[in-house]
């Protein structure tokens, strides 16, 4: 099974909250999660230590850069989901857990500066596939997007387009909900209403289902 590797240099993209919000919708769906925390400042425990950690969902911390290949192949295994939640930073951890992923997801939220930083993301992807001479499926989310549309990330979407980086498609609204996560821990449905729980909860089923989609589809 799948293991989806969550990696952008720049700080605050909106990684960890990715991760957890695609974590919780594909455990609601039935599958089996294994989270690996490799983020020295351990956002995911942090959220894990809030609340029952939900169903079907495993988190694992402290994972460093001697560890992360063989804990990877250790929970890759049949009906299990791997998704790997990185530092904003470039570095050999970074290098190594993609090596092993089977979809890179980088978010980036739509402005020029994180833009700028977030696509070297996808030079280490450029790297890894060099060096092991194989493809590594990857696309880009927005994150934080604002319910109206700015030019800037209008402008940015285009040139991510013509630069032939795939978009996953809905990007992550900025939503009340989503930063809550780290508040309440456990998973949207769990969560007090937080702003309209509705869309949000619509937004990462359809973000999941997305990813999901892409899984299959670079299989
Ligand atoms: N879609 C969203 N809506 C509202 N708030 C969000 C959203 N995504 C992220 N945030 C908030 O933005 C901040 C940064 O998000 P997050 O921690 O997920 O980013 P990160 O890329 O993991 O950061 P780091 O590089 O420090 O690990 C957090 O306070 C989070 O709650
Ligand atoms: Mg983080």
């Given at each position: 099974?799948?293991?989806?590797?969550?990696?952008?240099?720049?700080?605050?993209?909106?990684?960890?909250?990715?991760?957890?919000?695609?974590?919780?919708?594909?455990?609601?769906?039935?599958?089996?999660?294994?989270?690996?925390?490799?983020?020295?400042?351990?956002?995911?425990?942090?959220?894990?230590?809030?609340?029952?950690?939900?169903?079907?969902?495993?988190?694992?911390?402290?994972?460093?850069?001697?560890?992360?290949?063989?804990?990877?192949?250790?929970?890759?295994?049949?009906?299990?989901?791997?998704?790997?939640?990185?530092?904003?930073?470039?570095?050999?951890?970074?290098?190594?857990?993609?090596?092993?992923?089977?979809?890179?997801?980088?978010?980036?939220?739509?402005?020029?500066?994180?833009?700028?930083?977030?696509?070297?993301?996808l030079?280490?992807?450029q790297?890894?596939?060099?060096?092991?001479?194989?493809?590594?499926?990857h696309a880009v989310?927005?994150?934080?997007?604002?319910?109206?549309?700015?030019?800037?990330?209008?402008?940015?979407?285009?040139s991510l387009r013509d630069q032939g980086v795939a978009l996953?498609?809905?990007?992550?609204?900025?939503?009340?909900?989503?930063?809550?996560?780290?508040?309440?821990?456990?998973?949207?449905?769990?969560?007090?209403?937080?702003?309209?729980?509705?869309?949000?909860?619509?937004?990462?089923?359809?973000?999941?289902?997305?990813?999901?989609?892409?899984?299959?589809?670079?299989?």
């Open positions: 099974m799948p293991t989806i590797v969550i990696a952008s240099p720049k700080g605050g993209a909106g990684k960890s909250t990715t991760a957890i919000v695609l974590a919780t919708e594909l455990a609601h769906a039935g599958a089996r999660v294994t989270l690996l925390d490799c983020d020295p400042n351990r956002s995911l425990s942090l959220w894990a230590g809030r609340a029952a950690v939900p169903h079907r969902i495993e988190v694992l911390s402290d994972i460093g850069e001697a560890e992360i290949v063989r804990t990877i192949k250790r929970h890759d295994q049949d009906g299990q989901i791997v998704i790997v939640d990185l530092e904003g930073v470039a570095s050999r951890l970074v290098s190594r857990a993609i090596s092993q992923a089977d979809l890179v997801i980088t978010p980036m939220r739509a402005t020029t500066l994180d833009a700028t930083v977030g696509v070297r993301a030079q280490l992807i790297e890894e596939e060099e060096a092991l001479d194989r493809r590594i499926p989310v927005f994150t934080m997007t604002k319910a109206i549309r700015s030019k800037q990330h209008s402008g940015i979407e285009a996953l498609e809905p990007p992550l609204m900025e939503r009340a909900a989503f930063s809550a996560l780290f508040e309440f821990g456990g998973d949207l449905r769990n969560m007090p209403p937080q702003g309209n729980m509705d869309a949000a909860i619509r937004n990462a089923e359809d973000f999941a289902r997305a990813v999901y989609a892409r899984m299959t589809e670079d299989a």
